[in-house]
C-alpha cells in the first residue's frame, strides 16, 4: 500500500485517524503502532515478522547498554552486537544475490564452479527502518538519549508508517518527547492535511506525469535515439525523481503532523542549488545527516587533514550509493558525487564563487542530472551508452507511437510546473502576501484574511480532485522505493 492509492486515500487514512481520535490517549500509541504494522503486512505480508524483529532486538539492546553503563561496564561489544543484528538482515536481504553475482564473475574468470542464489526479495523500507534502529542504539550509546523502557514505544519509533517506506529518516532523539505526551491543534492539523496534499500532487500530478516519458526514454536503447530525447528523458527523471522522494517526504512529513509528530524537513529545493556541496545540504536532508553524524564524524570528518578528508567524503558516499542499492551503478553514482564534492574542496568551490550564479546553477543542474543517468539506468553499460549519446546529434529521427502518445499536454504542463517550482517560488509569494497582511491597511488586511482562508482550500480541494481522477483513470504510478 502506497500513499498515492486510492486505497490508502480513501479507506486507510481516514479510518485509523477516526480509531486514533476515538481511542483514550494512553492507547493511542497501541492504536497507531497496530496500524502501522498492519500498513506494513499488507504490503508485505509476513516480513513484519523482520520488523518485529528489530523491534525487539533493539529495544533489549538499548535497555543493555544502559544496563551495563549504570554498573561502570564497557558498552561497546553490546553495540556492536546490536549494529552487527541490524545490519545482516539488510546484508542479506538487500545485497545477498549481489555480492553472489560478484563473486560468480570472479570464479568464472577462473573458470570455476560457480553458485547458484535465488533471487532473494527485498522487503520495502528495510533501509529506512535499519538506520534508524541503528541510531536509537548509538544515541544510547553516546548516552545522548535513554533507553526506551517500553517495547510499545520503541516499536512505534521504528515502525511508525508516515515515514516507514520512504522516510525521512527520523532520529528517535527528535520524536522521543512527542512519542511519551503529544497533542494536535486544529492548524496543526489543518497544516498536515495541506503539507499531505501538497506532497500528492507532486507525486501524481508532476512525478507521475514527467515518468512516463522518462521511463519509455530510458527503456529503448540509447543508441537508436536522437540526442535530444535523451536530453529530455534526462531532465524528465531529474524532474521526477526530486518530486517523486519530496512528495514523499512532504505526505509523511503532514501525516506526522495529523497524528501529532514534527518530522523534520527532508529537502530544501535543492535543484537551486550552486554547487554539489550546497545540493547534499538540501537533498535528501535526514540520510546526508545521518551519514555525516554515524559515519563521517567518527572517521575523523575533517580534523585530520585534507588528504584524509577528502578519503572520508569518498568512503563515506561510497555507502551512501550501495545503500541505495545493490548495484555498481548506485556505487559509481556515489562516487561521482564524492569526486566532486573533493574537487570543490580542492578549489573548484572558490573558482565557482567568483562566477555569475547562473553558471554556478547551471554547472551544479548538470553535474546532478548526469548524476542520475547512472541512478537510473539498468546497468552500468547502458548508462554509459546513454551519456554518450547525449552528444551524437547525427542519430536519425527516431519515431516512436507510445513515446510521442505520453508527450502530450499534461506531460508539457508538468514539466513547466515542475520547473518553476524546483526553486523556492512558492515561500516567495506567500512571503509577499504575508507581508500584505502585516503592513498594509484596513483594505489589504481584508484581502490577506481572504486570501489566507480561500488559498488552502482551493489548493487542497483542486489536488485532490484533480490526483484522484489521475489515479482512477490508471495513470503512470509507479513505486520507485522498490528499488531502495
Not at 401 to 424: D, H, K, Q, S, W
Request: a positive charge; hydrophobic letters at 50%; charged letters at 10%.
Amino acid at each position: 500500500m502506497i500513499f498515492s492509492s486510492l486505497l490508502f486515500l480513501f479507506l486507510f487514512l481516514p479510518g485509523i485517524l477516526i480509531l486514533y481520535y476515538s481511542a483514550a490517549i494512553r492507547t493511542r500509541n497501541f492504536v497507531l503502532l497496530t496500524a502501522s504494522l498492519l500498513f506494513y503486512t499488507w504490503g508485505e505480508g509476513g516480513y513484519v515478522l523482520l520488523m518485529l524483529f528489530s523491534i525487539v532486538i533493539n529495544w533489549l539492546v538499548g535497555l543493555s547498554i544502559e544496563k551495563a553503563r549504570s554498573y561502570g561496564k564497557s558498552c561497546r561489544l553490546i553495540l556492536g552486537a546490536g549494529i552487527f543484528l541490524n545490519l545482516a538482515p539488510l546484508v542479506f536481504f538487500k545485497y545477498g544475490n549481489f555480492f553472489v553475482e560478484t563473486f560468480n564473475g570472479l570464479l568464472a574468470v577462473g573458470s570455476l564452479k560457480t553458485i547458484t542464489l535465488a533471487p532473494i526479495h527485498l522487503p520495502i523500507g528495510i533501509s529506512f527502518f535499519t538506520f534508524q534502529a541503528i541510531s536509537y542504539i548509538v544515541d544510547v550509546y553516546r548516552n545522548q538519549v535513554d533507553a526506551q523502557r517500553q517495547p510499545i514505544n520503541l516499536g512505534l519509533y521504528i515502525a511508525l508508517f508516515p515515514q516507514l517506506i520512504a522516510g525521512p529518516i527520523v532520529r528517535y532523539r527528535d520524536v522521543a518527547l512527542e512519542i511519551a505526551n503529544r497533542s494536535v491543534t486544529l492548524n496543526c492539523f489543518q497544516y498536515g492535511i495541506q503539507r499531505f496534499v501538497t506532497g500528492l500532487g507532486k507525486k501524481v500530478l508532476i512525478a507521475n506525469n514527467v515518468g512516463a516519458v522518462a521511463d519509455h526514454i530510458f527503456s529503448l536503447p540509447s543508441e537508436t535515439l536522437p540526442a535530444g530525447f535523451l536530453w529530455l528523458g534526462m531532465i524528465a527523471y531529474s524532474l521526477q525523481i526530486y518530486y517523486d522522494f519530496s512528495g514523499y517526504s512532504d505526505m509523511a512529513i503532514g501525516l506526522g503532523r495529523m497524528f501529532g509528530f514534527r518530522f523534520l524537513e527532508n529537502f530544501n529545493y535543492p535543484y537551486s542549488a550552486t554547487s554539489i556541496q550546497d545540493f547534499w545540504r538540501r537533498w535528501h536532508i535526514s540520510l546526508s545527516s545521518w551519514f555525516k553524524d554515524y559515519l563521517y564524524i567518527p572517521l575523523g570528518g575533517n580534523r585530520k587533514g585534507g588528504c584524509r578528508t577528502y578519503f572520508n567524503l569518498l568512503t563515506v558516499f561510497f555507502f551512501c550509493g550501495f545503500w541505495h542499492g545493490a548495484s555498481w551503478n548506485f556505487i559509481v553514482w556515489g562516487l561521482y558525487h564524492g569526486l566532486f564534492l573533493v574537487l570543490e574542496r580542492c578549489g573548484l568551490g572558490r573558482i565557482l564563487g567568483e562566477l555569475p550564479r547562473f553558471i554556478q546553477h547551471t554547472y551544479t543542474a548538470i553535474v546532478f542530472m548526469v548524476g542520475w543517468v547512472f541512478f537510473r539506468a539498468e546497468s552500468l553499460p547502458r548508462a554509459l551508452d546513454y551519456l554518450a549519446g547525449l552528444g551524437n546529434f547525427n542519430t536519425a529521427p527516431y519515431l516512436d507511437a507510445r513515446l510521442f502518445a505520453t508527450i502530450n499536454n499534461e506531460f508539457y504542463l508538468a514539466l513547466a510546473i515542475g520547473i518553476v517550482f524546483m526553486f523556492p517560488v512558492a515561500p516567495k509569494v506567500l512571503a509577499k502576501i504575508y507581508t500584505l497582511g502585516e503592513t498594509g491597511g484596513n483594505t489589504q488586511r481584508t484581502i490577506y484574511a481572504t486570501l489566507m482562508t480561500v488559498i488552502p482550500v482551493l489548493w487542497v480541494s483542486v489536488i485532490i480532485i484533480y490526483s484522484s481522477a489521475q489515479l482512477i483513470s490508471g495513470t503512470h504510478n509507479p513505486f520507485l522505493y522498490f528499488r531502495f
